[in-house]
């Protein structure tokens, strides 16, 4: 994006915007925020990724110098599916198998 000119937020600049680590979700709402474009900033305008950078050709592999897979979680479509996916998380701090 700032390739395009859009100033946006550092990814890690979640102290700058008064985001805290949560303790169980860790940097959830900043993440949500910031890929929403919900971040308060100091002049009171929204910042974070533009809906653009939702609409622009992804890169291809060949674009990154250590290319690697990513494997993602479908988001929880519910309440149940968070909780779940929460003690899931903490289980697997522990390497308790579920």
């Not at 653009?52 to 519910?78: C, G, I, M, Q």
Request: glycine content about 6%; overall charge negative.
């Amino acid at each position: 994006m700032k390739e395009r000119d859009y100033d946006i937020p550092a990814l890690h600049d979640y102290e700058k915007y008064g985001y805290e680590e949560e303790r169980l979700i860790g940097l959830k709402n900043w993440y949500q925020d910031y890929m929403r474009c919900n971040i308060k900033s100091s002049d009171e305008n929204l910042v974070g990724l533009d809906e653009v950078v939702y609409t622009l050709t992804p890169p291809a592999e060949s674009d990154f110098k250590y290319s690697t897979e990513v494997e993602f979680n479908d988001e929880p479509k519910n309440f149940i599916e968070e909780i779940r996916n929460l003690f899931g998380a903490v289980f697997n701090m522990f390497g308790v198998e579920v």
